[in-house]
């Protein structure tokens, strides 16, 4: 076969091939109606297939379908939740600032009212124990509160609410459920000053543990800013051991005996010569002083001392 | 390479279909597959959007629940690809607001023929025509205009003549010469 014809057979073979290319499009729009009828067939029979089942319409390909699809819903869905949480969240930052806010000043609120629940729980506690005091006590009390503290870093006393006009005299002691405070030591008819008893200037006689059996009595008096009393002029073949408590002896001419000052926290041992110097911590909680009460104690009256020589006034008596 | 890519939009498609509806009730009420039913069937393709219309419909038939006929949306969407074919081979609708109505005969053809194929068959429907139909009809016209818009971009010639043509604006602005004459 020569060239010539060759090239004649391989331009007919691409005539032919676009004109069946040519008459299949053709043929397909003029069958498509066909087609349609077909489908649309296919599809009516189909349902009256599916129709004919009213129980359970479980075909083969709606599993399998399904089956194939699922892991791709799965995926969608989760990145469709993803992505509206995600929006959520930003159109959530609009409120979130007047919504932080308003949270804000319910938090300042509730801290408000927490407090100041706290502070009614703490006061009723000392008012019970006030009135404890109160009922116990064998002598008249006078309830105060502390209404002022001295000003000045040099001084340790207190303004208390209650004054002449309420039967506060000088040198009562005052008490509060802890122990001794300290004693009065100004008044004014409507207030009056108490030096507390952690002031270097006061003094109380004192017993290490109970009174009666111990025989470490010693003076009590303030260290001052530490907050811790001194027990001096104990002997020093006492027993005395940290943890002990010290009561009043009533022998200061100020305190009645009895009453509670605070308990050992640190012993310094004496001997035979020398006396144990023993600290005390308050049992009175001085640095929060509140509410207090006046003992309306007044000691007994004690004979005047002789002051002359008894020879000499034996010979004038005589 | 043009048919794998229309099983993908068509995949994507029906599988969006399923899951939207999970994230957010309302989006249900878009008919995707139909979207692109009637974007393949504008292309004045017979036998392709035959094809793609009971494809999408007996995909969309299996993939619900057990009270859908199975055949009932291949039926709807295949007769309403047939037509949207007929009426794009004798009128003019590639403006992009001529598609608009078009889509919204479709949606509201389809329903109509899917609810009816199950009162025919006496098959019950959970919801009442009246309270879904337009709610479909709207939110199918909004969104499929934009789809339709979108798959212009990735399916048509003349936007991929148009994209040539923009890659090659672009090189001659950044031609040296160009500079070179500035100069």
Redesign the interface.
Known sequence: MSRKQLLLTHHASLITVFMAVNRTQKE??QR??W??VG??F??????????RDDV????L??V???AV?SP??RA??GA??A??SFFQKIASWRTAVAENEQLKQRVAQLETEVRQARIDHVETERLRAMLDLKEKSEYQLIPAAVIARDPSLWFNTVTINRGSSSGVGLNMPVVMPGGIVGRVVATSPWTAQVMLITDDKSAAGAAVGQLGESSALGSVRGLGENGLLEMRYVSGLAEVKVGDFVVTTGQDGIYPQGLNVGTVVEVKSGSATTPHTIHIKPGARIDSLEELAVLQYRPPQRPAPDQTLPNVDKGRKQ | MRQLKIALVLSLALILQSSLGVIWRPLTYIDLPLIVVVYFALQRDALQALIIGVAAGLAADALGGPKSLLGAAGFSKTLTAYLIVSLATRVNIDNPLARIPVLAGAALFDDTVYVLLHRMLNQPLDYRFIDRAPLKLISTTIVGTLILYALDLFFSERARQRRQLAFRRRVARRSPLKLRRRK
Do not use: C, E, H
């Not at chain 1, 296919?42 to 129709?51: C, F, P, V």
């Not at chain 1, 359970?56 to 075909?59: I, S």
């Open positions: 397909i729009r498509a109606p087609w349609l489908l649309l296919g599809n009516l029979a189909l349902m009256s297939y599916d129709a359970t319409k479980q075909r390909i709606r399998w379908a399904q699809a791709f819903q969608t869905s469709g939740g992505g509206v």
